[in-house]
């Protein structure tokens, strides 16, 4: 069983940064795709960025690139979304989430990731 635990939300100006951790236990960390998603107030949860166990390739949400980068620490056992740039829109409780494996084609996709962290708030002000 893994035990997915996000910090490092919190209020930020538009235009500043935010970085966001999400610490395993649990499991074999390496061996997990990593990724975050978001969910807006009166919206579906939504895909923002992963990352791969292998070769650490990133996948990122259309709206979120360039300004977003997801990582890893597999020493450490964390997982990594900085978010520089920060948008009102960008606001939501972000999500870790970790999958053991997930069907070629489909790593965006929600019901691929068997492992949710609670949820940490994000809030960029205009």
């Known amino acids: 069983q893994v035990k997915l635990v996000e910090s490092g939300g919190g209020l930020v100006q538009a235009g500043g940064s935010l970085r966001l951790s999400c610490a395993a236990s649990?499991?074999?960390?390496?061996?997990?795709?990593m990724a975050w998603f978001r969910q807006a107030p009166g919206k579906e949860r939504e895909f923002a960025a992963a990352i791969g166990w292998s070769y650490g390739s990133t996948y990122y949400e259309d709206s979120v690139k360039g300004r977003f980068t997801i990582s890893r620490d597999n020493a450490k056992k964390t997982a990594y979304l900085q978010m520089n740039s920060l948008k009102p829109e960008d606001t939501a409780v972000y999500y870790c989430?970790?999958?053991?494996?997930?069907?070629?084609?489909?790593?965006?996709?929600?019901?691929?990731?068997?492992?949710w962290g609670q949820g940490t708030q994000v809030t960029v002000s205009s």
């Open positions: 989430a970790a999958a053991a494996f997930v069907t070629p084609g489909r790593i965006k996709t929600i019901d691929q990731y068997e492992y």
């Open positions: 649990g499991g074999t960390f390496r061996a997990y795709t």
